[in-house]
DNA sequence: GTCCTTATTGACAAATTGCACATAGGTGTT
DNA sequence: AACACCTATGTGCAATTTGTCAATAAGGAC
């Protein structure tokens, strides 16, 4: 099963992506590639989409105001490029928790369809 | 706010879209108007997305095996496709079903997190 | 020097979306 | 008849997004 049918099941979906990445971020500054760590152990599955796909989400969301970066020079191995959230980026992410329950209704009025009853 | 970033909001996604339909065609075959209803009445944002999405989605739903479908020329006014689940659609259903649970168990997560907790 | 790991980015085809428009049957109106 | 309007489905095309692969770059291990 390909494309949007194997993109829609459990974690796959970009639209956890950037709420995620934003939560991760309210707690404290990280660069990409740890943010795939982290992203993982909050429940996301990150095997489906390749790292360069958190990258360009990084890159959309500085661009889009919701978060700013800054060279990390100090540490060894190649440059980091270090992310924070905005103030745009915590009013997004506010926003998009107060409509989170209402998600969570709509998966629960499928789930509960689709089982027969209603 | 535009693209992506709209669409991660509540319901926008069609991520939902393609259970959604599946869990109304397993109480009944429809056709794709009255979809838009059902699909409304049961908490999806249908203001989100044009009728001609869902008509592509139904039509690539098709001809993934996941719904079939016959016209339906004997009620008055222009002729309706009526859409039936098919085996492998509700195999699809299921599988989406057991997963839902950790995909509203991360919304939770992101939620507490971005909410100061843990 | 060569290989491996960390870390980020670019390029290009393929898929998906947004939007407008086309088609078509039926109903009501002037 | 001509017109507007509602139901119902579909197409075309530009713009955006995704998937995949490869490029770059710094440092450490051997």
């Not at 993109?7 to 990445?21: E, Q, S, V, W």
């Not at 990258?55 to 105001?65: F, K, N, P, S, V």
Request: charged share 20%; glycine share 8%.
């Amino acid at each position: 099963m390909n494309g949007r049918f194997r993109k829609c099941m459990y974690g796959a979906g970009t639209d956890f992506l950037i709420p995620a990445i934003l939560a991760v971020l309210k707690k404290e500054p990280v660069h990409g590639y740890s943010l795939l760590e982290k992203l993982s152990a909050i429940g996301l599955n990150t095997s489906f989409f390749h790292p360069s796909i958190l990258y360009r989400t990084l890159r959309a969301m500085e661009i889009h105001g919701l978060v700013s970066s800054n060279w990390d020079l100090q540490t060894s191995g190649p440059a980091r490029r270090v992310y924070s959230i905005t103030k745009v980026g915590e009013d997004f992410l506010e926003n998009w928790c107060s409509t989170a329950m209402e998600n969570i209704q709509l998966i629960q009025k499928i789930v509960d369809i689709a089982k027969g009853g209603e």
